[in-house]
């Protein structure tokens, strides 16, 4: 018996008036200023949004000459602070990007020596890269420190950031040269003439260095260290697209590049971070040198895939467990330092004041997901987006294998809903278009799975039920009647079909042996997570179940694991890209396929690519081919049909159709349409979806302003050897507030005393130490590191004082110095100090102050004249190569991708960590 699902929209269902996404997720971090949208339209608050290109010194210009309304590309540090007094315009500041060095660590061939393929040479490059100039002095204080794949501001830095103390990488270039000197002549080498050689050649290293920022500072400075160090320089200046190509797209014994200044935006916050973690430290993912590709030299660690995947997958039975496994992938991959953190940046994006309806994204600030679906100008439909590039010839907008790049996800992210995205101001995982009812039996426990559910078989080629005996961890039921009610934007339905096919796409590419050969990257890095799916069970029209073997101590995390499909491309298009690339072998997914068979790289703007899906499309339909199998579900009475062949003609004809009219492939569903893209312009169009049905209005999705962790006051006095010690101080911030902190003595790096801090009211705490602590000091200066955090902020606040200990003498009430934080705190609307420091003015703090002044200049004036003499070409140990040429200049297909997991449809949700972590820029 067959039973067939119509896939026409109940009129019922129309009517459904969705709950406002701010009451599921909860306002209580929020500052709400007054927002008055300009209508209760289904959709965003403007009709058009434009996308253009600009240079990023001359974007202040351009913003005040009205030729944009804000700017999503971090301005250069200058011109953001010549921008904070203009009147007409706002500056809205996030650590929305982070900056790191990858080394490349693959061993030399027979009669060379490649430096970083030795670890303490790579340890010892943690000490040679000073952080703290580069943030105080090349981004003038608008950056802050980074040791670790997370940040000062990030909620894991509680679980890490004694790791990184006790790790000692504060800037050392002495003991860094020594570290180096050891390990180069212990591995053979030779230093003639301040140059290191190896078989009486001089070693070369090869510095790709960006160009369009900060890190061409960034990179000279670490090049003169080097050169110091004893190591010959062939810098070359890339920007974007060219940087991409040679880093990520060759194999690391090939040796075209043995260090890169990397760049990474940030999505949304994560309150636990998963994804990042294993993206920066752990091999398995496909993020580090060798990419997972096939036949590249690769980096590999097992203990650290070990810990990752477990991590991944939720292998741990509390927060604790979880929080000691990140701590030792922490140490590990600091041990290793194949990815060396530099700094997270104070990102300034300018807005004319006159827009209204932006929401500040803790991580992403307005480039998140929020803002473009509220914002809103008076007296103006439409809104103009500046950005530094609209189109590179690395940005490829396919959901299998591309959008690896910020460029095009800035402009994606507003074109589709995604099931699930982290709150922005928790960082914790939140129904978007779908709901969800979690239930698990972990961490101990298993869950029966029903033996009716269904799993992709790729031997059979069909759905076949999983039978008795299957467990799992967790079960969730998701509810997919908001994405239901609304068409694509091509006006067909959105149904259970889209879903299965995209459940079914991932599996078949991940174990169909032959689909595995050609997309080998996206295959390898999916397995692991999809080894974890333990059956689906389709419940009725608009609900599927799935079951996985996953837990996790916050539930939301298991439901934004286990999602079945993320919804961004209807199934007829999916169904053509995989003709193409799996029937025909015309086209590729992933980059490195790409190169490997000399394919295009398959991009839905452009309209080469575009052309070979819609012949494909054209074929399917003139025979009238649908993927039968992957619509055709086991039941108790014989089988299910969710679509036929006649209603596929119809639906390939309506895309064939948009084709005619846009010119490009890319129909989704969220509250914007791409209604033109034009690469060599840099421009791209998007339209308003005002379909009745669409279940958002644009006050629905208004977040505002997060109310950050403020110190408000702090009692610090010295410290009286022998007796007992308390300080004191105060919190300002919404939810229930904690303090945790470390001592160090400032002489030795050793942590005297660490913990939690004691609670007197719910905002005033205390730190105590006892007399027997005290008594156990030296004479001398001490650091008190501060970090304080809130259940309802994915944000930290971090402080550091310093405590004087001495002998009490009687009568004495000496004040407290308290030095700068060391994060970089800002408002989340102009910048402005929050930062409130119990501290009186005095003629001596005056006097430190100066001098401490002509220090930094002396400084910054030694360092920068260090780094102009390092940029001479004629230098005998330094060849330096520019390749700045414009990135909309073709480039040939091929090479690995940006981050080849990102794109695979099924993947794109359950790798969330990564995709709201951070992607290259």
Not at 858 to 877: F, I, L, P, R, V
């Amino acid at each position: 018996m067959k039973t067939t699902w119509s896939t026409k929209i109940p009129a019922w269902l129309l009517k459904v008036v969705p709950i406002s996404l701010a009451i599921i997720i909860g306002l209580s971090a929020s500052v709400l200023a007054q927002y008055d949208p300009p209508h209760e339209e289904p959709g965003p608050a403007v009709e058009r949004l434009y996308f253009k290109a600009f240079n990023v010194d001359r974007a202040p210009l351009d913003l005040e000459a009205g030729e944009m309304d804000l700017y999503y590309f971090n301005l250069k540090i200058a011109a953001a602070r010549e921008l904070r007094d203009k009147e007409g315009i706002q500056l809205y500041e996030a650590p929305a990007s982070t900056i790191s060095l990858i080394l490349n660590p693959a061993p030399a061939p027979e009669g060379r020596l490649n430096p970083f393929s030795i670890k303490e040479v790579r340890q010892a490059m943690q000490r040679l890269v000073d952080r703290e100039f580069v943030t105080r002095e090349i981004y003038q204080g608008q950056a802050a420190p980074m040791y670790t794949n997370v940040a000062s501001t990030d909620y894991d830095y509680l679980t890490v950031f004694d790791v990184i103390q006790q790790a000692e990488l504060d800037y050392d270039p002495e003991y860094a040269r020594q570290l180096i000197a050891d390990a180069m002549t212990e591995a053979g080498a030779e230093l003639v003439d301040g140059v290191w050689h190896f078989n009486e050649q001089p070693i070369r290293l090869k510095f790709i260095m960006r160009v369009e920022d900060e890190r061409r500072e960034v990179g000279d400075l670490i090049r003169a260290a080097l050169q110091d160090a004893g190591f010959a320089i062939a810098a070359n200046r890339q920007s974007f697209a060219p940087a991409i190509q040679t880093v990520y797209a060759t194999d690391p014994a090939q040796f075209e590049w043995h260090l890169y200044t990397e760049g990474w935006g940030r999505g949304a916050p994560n309150r636990y971070d998963f994804g990042g973690i294993n993206s920066f430290y752990a091999p398995w993912l496909g993020n580090m040198p060798g990419w997972k590709e096939v036949g590249f030299w690769h980096y590999e660690n097992e203990e650290l895939d070990d810990l990752g995947e477990r991590l991944f997958k939720g292998e741990f039975a509390d927060q604790a467990e979880r929080d000691d496994m990140y701590r030792e992938m922490t140490r590990i991959g600091l041990d290793e330092s194949v990815r060396i953190w530099i700094a997270t940046v104070m990102n300034a994006f300018p807005v004319q004041a006159g827009v209204e309806g932006i929401t500040q994204d803790l991580a992403a600030g307005p480039r998140g997901l929020w803002s473009l679906r509220s914002a809103y100008k008076a007296g103006t439909d439409e809104l103009t987006v500046g950005h530094l590039w609209v189109w590179t010839e690395r940005t490829t907008w396919n959901p299998v294998g591309g959008f690896g790049d910020v460029y095009s996800n800035d402009i994606w992210r507003h074109l589709q809903d995604p099931a699930v995205w982290n709150d922005p101001f928790t960082g914790i995982p939140a129904p978007f278009r779908i709901d969800y009812e979690v239930e698990t039996a972990g961490p101990e426990g298993a869950l029966d799975v029903p033996a009716d559910a269904i799993m992709w078989n790729t031997q059979r080629g069909r759905w076949t039920n999983v039978g008795e005996e299957v467990t799992a961890t967790s079960k969730v039921v998701y509810d997919y009647s908001k994405y239901f009610q609304a068409p694509w934007h091509h006006g067909q339905a959105i149904s259970m079909a889209d879903v299965l096919y995209s459940i079914y796409q991932g599996f078949d590419l991940s174990y169909n042996p032959d689909k595995a050969k050609i997309e080998t990257v996206i295959a390898t890095t999916a397995r692991p997570f999809l080894d974890t799916i333990k059956g689906y069970r389709v419940l009725d029209e608009n609900r599927i179940e799935a079951y996985v073997e996953f837990r996790h101590f916050e539930q939301n995390y298991i439901a934004s694991y286990g999602i079945p499909a993320a919804l961004s491309t209807p199934w007829q298009i999916l169904n053509s890209m995989d003709e193409l690339v799996f029937g025909q072998r015309r086209a590729a997914y992933s980059d490195t396929a790409a190169a490997r068979y000399n394919v295009p790289w398959i991009s839905l703007v452009l309209d080469r690519d575009a052309r070979l899906v819609r012949k494909a499309m054209l074929d399917l339909r003139r025979l009238e081919t649908i993927p039968t199998d992957v619509f055709t579900l086991p039941t108790a009475d014989g089988e299910m049909v969710l679509t036929s062949s006649e209603e596929g003609v119809e639906r390939y004809t309506a895309v064939l159709e948009w084709f005619d009219e846009k010119g490009h492939m890319v129909i989704s569903n969220g509250p914007f349409m791409l209604e033109r893209y034009d690469p060599p312009a840099q421009f791209a169009e998007l339209v308003a979806f005002r379909d009745e049905s669409y279940p958002f209005t644009a006050s629905d999705l208004y977040r505002g302003l997060p109310d950050l962790i403020e110190y408000t006051e702090i009692e610090a006095p010295p410290i009286d050897l022998g007796a007992d010690y308390e300080v004191t101080l105060t919190l300002d911030g919404p939810g229930n507030l904690s303090l945790r902190y470390l001592l160090i003595d400032t002489a030795s790096g050793e942590i005297i005393q660490q913990g939690d801090a004691d609670t007197l009211d719910p905002n005033w705490f205390a730190i105590r130490m006892t007399a027997e602590t005290t008594d156990q000091l030296e004479l001398g200066i001490y650091e008190l590191v501060l970090v304080a955090y809130s259940d309802e902020l994915a944000r930290m606040a971090e402080r550091r004082i310093e405590l004087e200990a001495d002998i009490a003498i009687i009568g004495e009430e000496p004040a407290a110095e308290e030095t700068e934080s060391s994060e970089t705190e800002s408002s989340d609307t102009e910048s402005s100090d929050t930062e409130e420091a119990s501290s009186s003015d005095s003629d001596e703090e005056s006097s430190e102050a100066a001098v401490e002044e002509e220090e930094s200049e002396s400084e910054t004036e030694e360092k920068s004249d260090e780094a102009e003499s390092d940029t001479e070409s004629d230098s005998e140990s330094d060849t330096e190569s520019e390749s700045e040429s414009a990135e909309v200049e073709s480039e040939p297909a091929g090479g690995l991708p940006v981050n080849p997991v990102v794109g695979a449809v099924v993947i794109i949700i359950i790798l969330g960590g990564i995709l709201l972590a951070r992607r290259r820029r």
